[in-house]
């Protein structure tokens, strides 16, 4: 109606569709319609424009597709790949323990099948240790500056809290290593690295390592360091945006899995009492005859109470807190 009065605006939370992306633009010409919000990442002018390139001269290709539905159909992270348009498998399995004078160590076995010309067999099988799969990552990093390397799971672990030969971090580590692995292999650029052929092919793979170990490439790190950080403090304001962004996003997610670990221990001290608790009316109903069938009514609705907070348990932990820390180390990643 003409008379009706106009809405105040909402001055409560805003939906993720209305927050701004640090990286978009405020020009309505470049935004879109304001009812039609576009699912692309937008660029400012003056960098899609311009041809960029890396210090040593090497030019970056500024033309990946710029759709976040594109993006995703193009990297494949995650294993949802048609089977038989693959030609490259890899698995990691068979945990293994390793005592030696100096130090004792786990090694993983790398099995991999390929029909790409890029390897002289199509089928491979090494062994790996931890830092072998680093040594990869920072390999990656360093041939493939504009690309994010997925993550590899924490290296270090406190001593006395985690047993890290224990059987179950060892298994959950190599679940960790396997799809740090098929997220490259599944990757249309970061497949067909140099390093990453190295790495699952090489029988020994230290002598690949001691080519960079030289005096000269120690200093070769140092300067590049030194000129890195120079970089940084003259980068554009979009990774700024970009990095504050990132950095409220670790702390948040910080929070929840602090919480979360919180939840449930104080679930496993509330099942443990719960499982004390239980038989108790089924003692007292074995007591009172009259009263038999209500307790161990009781004891059975404690049992079913039981059963569930452990599934609940074991849901977030074996899900949502791998889940959590993984999108805490991508952001690291990114940044």
Not at 202 to 215: E, F, I
């Amino acid at each position: 109606a003409a008379g009706a009065p106009k809405p105040l605006p909402s001055s409560g939370p805003k939906s993720l569709r209305e927050m701004p992306h640090p990286l978009a633009t405020s020009s309505s010409e470049e935004m879109g319609p304001a009812l039609t919000p576009s699912p692309d990442l937008l660029l400012p002018r003056s960098i899609a424009d311009k041809d960029l390139s890396l210090p040593n001269g090497t030019p970056v290709d500024t033309s990946s597709p710029a759709s976040s539905s594109s993006l995703l159909n193009r990297l494949q992270l995650d294993d949802d790949l048609d089977v038989e348009t693959r030609d490259l498998f890899v698995t990691v399995d068979d945990p293994k323990k390793h005592v030696c004078t100096m130090e004792t160590y786990i090694t993983y076995r790398v099995t991999t099948k390929t029909t790409r010309a890029e390897f002289d067999l199509p089928e491979y099988s090494v062994r790996r240790r931890y830092q072998d799969f680093d040594w990869l990552r920072n390999k990656l990093e360093e041939s493939q500056p504009t690309h994010l390397i997925p993550p590899l799971p924490e290296k270090f672990v406190v001593k006395g809290v985690v047993d890290r030969f224990s059987e179950e971090f060892v298994e959950t580590r190599r679940k960790a290593l396997d799809k740090f692995l098929k997220r490259i292999t599944d990757h249309p650029v970061l497949s067909f690295n140099e390093h990453f052929n190295v790495f699952l092919t090489a029988k020994d793979l230290n002598a690949y390592k001691k080519q960079g170990m030289a005096l000269l490439s120690k200093m070769g790190e140092s300067v590049k360091y030194v000129t890195g950080g120079y970089k940084l403090r003259s980068r554009p304001l979009e990774f700024a945006a970009i990095g504050d962004y990132l950095d409220t996003f670790s702390l948040k997610l910080g929070t929840i899995d602090r919480i979360a670990q919180r939840i449930i221990k104080e679930q496993l001290e509330y099942l443990v009492e719960l499982r004390e608790y239980g038989p108790v009316y089924s003692t007292w109903g074995g007591l009172e005859v009259e009263l038999s069938e209500p307790l161990e009514g009781v004891s059975a609705c404690i049992g079913n109470c039981c059963t569930a907070l452990e599934e609940l348990s074991e849901d977030m932990t074996e899900d949502f807190l791998p889940v959590l820390r993984e999108y805490i180390l991508y952001a690291e990643s990114m940044k």
